[in-house]
């Protein structure tokens, strides 16, 4: 495992984590109108009617997540299956439920990039010795 190999495992944990936690909060917007605030996520329970699908795509996909992250050149690239109409769930006149923007640039950008931009370091200090043996177990 060289460096780059090192990088991308830590950007790949970080994103894996990110997902995770998008997902779950739209699940919880979508079945019980519960929403995250700041960076502690503190949750609260909103008035208003939850999502009323007609397929239970929305939920299906919320509740058993599908998604993939693979290296893609010197980055990770993150694909997830969502049915398109969750975008349109942010406009008010389809209920305004913050469902995919909010919780998508709020999670991944304000966590997830300043995790990955202010934390590599802790993570390399703190995972170092279990990669090094790993590297010299595949040497040999």
């Given at each position: 495992?060289?460096?780059?190999?090192?990088?991308?495992?830590?950007f790949k944990?970080?994103?894996?984590?990110?997902?995770?936690?998008?997902l779950?909060?739209?699940?919880?917007?979508?079945?019980?109108?519960?929403?995250?605030?700041?960076?502690?996520?503190?949750?609260e329970?909103?008035?208003?009617?939850?999502?009323q699908?007609?397929?239970?795509?929305?939920?299906?996909?919320?509740?058993?997540?599908?998604?993939?992250?693979?290296?893609?050149?010197?980055?990770v690239?993150?694909?997830t299956?969502?049915?398109?109409?969750?975008?349109?769930?942010?406009?008010?006149?389809?209920?305004?439920?913050?469902?995919?923007?909010?919780?998508?640039?709020?999670?991944?950008?304000?966590?997830?990039?300043?995790?990955?931009?202010?934390?590599?370091?802790?993570?390399?200090?703190?995972?170092?010795?279990?990669?090094?043996?790993?590297?010299?177990?595949?040497?040999?």
């Amino acid at each position: 495992m060289e460096t780059e190999g090192i990088k991308v495992q830590y950007f790949k944990q970080q994103l894996e984590k990110g997902i995770r936690d998008i997902l779950e909060a739209q699940r919880l917007i979508a079945s019980s109108r519960i929403y995250q605030k700041g960076h502690d996520r503190v949750r609260e329970k909103r008035s208003g009617a939850t999502v009323q699908g007609r397929s239970g795509a929305l939920m299906a996909a919320l509740t058993n997540p599908r998604y993939r992250i693979s290296p893609d050149g010197s980055g990770v690239r993150t694909e997830t299956t969502l049915p398109t109409y969750i975008r349109f769930l942010d406009m008010k006149r389809h209920g305004n439920y913050q469902i995919y923007n909010r919780q998508i640039w709020g999670i991944l950008y304000k966590e997830t990039l300043q995790n990955v931009k202010y934390e590599y370091r802790d993570w390399l200090e703190k995972h170092f010795p279990e990669l090094l043996k790993q590297i010299t177990n595949q040497s040999k």
